[in-house]
């Protein structure tokens, strides 16, 4: 059974950075393309970035050259640095395993204030 457990938000200045963390279980972490979404209050849950097992990545254009995503395959993380942080960055943020939309962990908060 896949567990995701996020941490890392936290409350920051508009132009501020964060480190996002995801620490997954109960796959074959190295074999799985790893993802992050958001969702902001009232909206719906959206793709942010996406890393694949080859170490490709993808992301949204809202994001691009802003965030990175990256992974280490020896601890079962995956993480998400964001930099440059606007107020429309703040949502939930949730990683995802393996495109199974229907496991998700309990998301970590992130605020952004103008």
């Known amino acids: 059974q896949v567990q995701l457990v996020e941490s890392g938000g936290g409350l920051v200045q508009a132009g501020g950075s964060l480190r996002l963390s995801c620490a997954v279980s109960?796959?074959?972490?190295?074999?799985?393309?790893m993802a992050w979404y958001r969702q902001a209050p009232g909206k719906q849950r959206e793709f942010v970035a996406s890393?694949?097992?080859?170490?490709?990545?993808v992301y949204a254009d809202s994001v691009k050259g802003r965030f990175t995503i990256s992974r280490d395959n020896a601890k079962n993380m995956v993480y998400l640095q964001m930099s440059g942080l606007k107020p429309e960055d703040t949502a939930v943020y949730y990683c995802?395993?393996?495109?199974?939309?229907?496991?998700w962990g309990q998301g970590t908060q992130v605020t952004v204030s103008s």
């Open positions: 109960g796959i074959d972490f190295s074999n799985n393309d």
């Open positions: 995802l395993a393996d495109w199974d939309f229907n496991t």
């Open positions: 890393i694949i097992s080859d170490g490709k990545t």
